[in-house]
């Protein structure tokens, strides 16, 4: 789930509008609102909406 925060302290779901990415598809995959390991590594998912990003380490370990 994705939340927005606005400057009036307001809040709004903005799931459905949110756009996820992966730094490294050779460690993980996007696949149907779901995180999918594919090999051993790091990556960081950043989740962009209206013009702004946010971002969160992803560590795969024993992939294989």
Same mark, same amino acid.
């Given at each position: %789930? @994705?939340?927005?925060?606005?400057?009036?302290g307001?809040?709004?779901d903005? $799931?459905?509008?949110a756009? =996820? +990415? !992966?730094?490294?598809?050779?460690?993980? +995959?996007?696949?149907k609102? *779901? !995180? !999918? =390991?594919?090999a051993? #590594?790091?990556?960081?998912l *950043?989740?962009?909406?209206? #013009? +702004?990003?946010v971002? %969160? =380490? @992803? %560590?795969? $370990?024993?992939a294989a």
């Open positions: %789930a @994705v939340q927005a925060t606005y400057s009036d307001s809040t709004e903005v $799931t459905s509008q756009k =996820p +990415r !992966l730094s490294n598809s050779a460690v993980a +995959r996007w696949e609102n *779901i !995180l !999918l =390991p594919v051993d #590594g790091q990556c960081e *950043i989740v962009e909406h209206a #013009g +702004r990003a971002m %969160a =380490p @992803v %560590a795969v $370990t024993k």
